[in-house]
């Protein structure tokens, strides 16, 4: 079936720090990729997505990049901020039919401080 | 434009009781899907909807769960006879052409 693995959290960085959240997926189709975000007590917010290998999904100074000869999708910001503290969940989705469930990792809690 | 809309917000439960969480999807989005995410972990789908059919429910429990999306009205999750396993936070998502907007969660405690 299908799967997502995420790097275990939580991820502690200082302000203007660089970030990764590495992300690697199976999938028995072709996927979609999905980068969500969810801040304490909220639902979760769409950062950016990749719909074909090489893609390239950007919003807000967050990137990851759609490689699918090591089936992967990883997070990165240049220079965090500590509004940026949140819970990122690493997706995927393939459409079978009519269906496009969201299959999620375990999320990666990040802690930025001052 | 109204987003996706979820209530209670939040919903206590003694065991054995039901609980009835509503989903009132974006406006002009016809595709409902419920997710779970229990403590510390991700979320995983339950069932995906569409108006008056149910399209997926691969991932909902055998017993006890269930949900519904009239021709009127928001869609409904239910739980009978709720356990203290129950207890997490449930999450809408409604998709209009691709992507899935998720709605604020409902966040279930059964005591």
């Known amino acids: 079936g299908d799967s997502v693995t995420q790097m275990e959290g939580p991820v502690t960085l200082s302000e203007e720090a660089f970030l990764t959240i590495n992300c690697t997926y199976t999938?028995?189709?072709?996927?979609?990729l999905f980068w969500y975000v969810q801040y304490p007590g909220e639902g979760l917010q769409l950062l950016l997505k990749a719909t074909k290998a090489d893609d390239k999904g950007s919003n807000k100074g967050f990137e990851a990049t759609y490689r699918k000869e090591t089936t992967s999708f990883h997070l990165e910001k240049g220079s965090v901020q500590v509004s940026d503290s949140a819970v990122y969940f690493c997706?995927?989705?393939?459409?079978?039919?009519?269906?496009?469930?969201?299959?999620f990792g375990t999320g990666t809690r990040l802690q930025v401080t001052l | 434009n109204a987003g996706v809309m979820q209530n209670p917000r939040h919903l206590v439960r003694r065991r054995g009781q039901e609980a009835r969480l509503r989903c009132s999807p974006m406006?002009?989005?016809?595709?409902v899907y419920w997710y779970r995410q229990l403590p510390e972990e991700g979320l995983k789908f339950m069932v995906y909807l569409q108006k008056e059919n149910i399209i997926d429910e691969s991932g909902m429990p055998k017993e006890r769960f269930s949900a519904e999306f009239p021709k009127e009205g928001p869609s409904i999750l239910r739980i009978q006879q709720v356990v203290r396993g129950d207890s997490a936070a449930y999450f809408c998502?409604?998709?209009?052409?691709?992507?899935?907007?998720f709605g604020p969660g409902t966040r279930l405690t059964v005591t």
């Open positions: 406006k002009g989005h016809s595709h």
């Open positions: 998502a409604s998709r209009g052409v691709s992507e899935q907007y």
């Open positions: 997706a995927l989705s393939v459409v079978t039919g009519t269906a496009s469930k969201l299959t």
């Open positions: 999938a028995t189709g072709y996927p979609s």
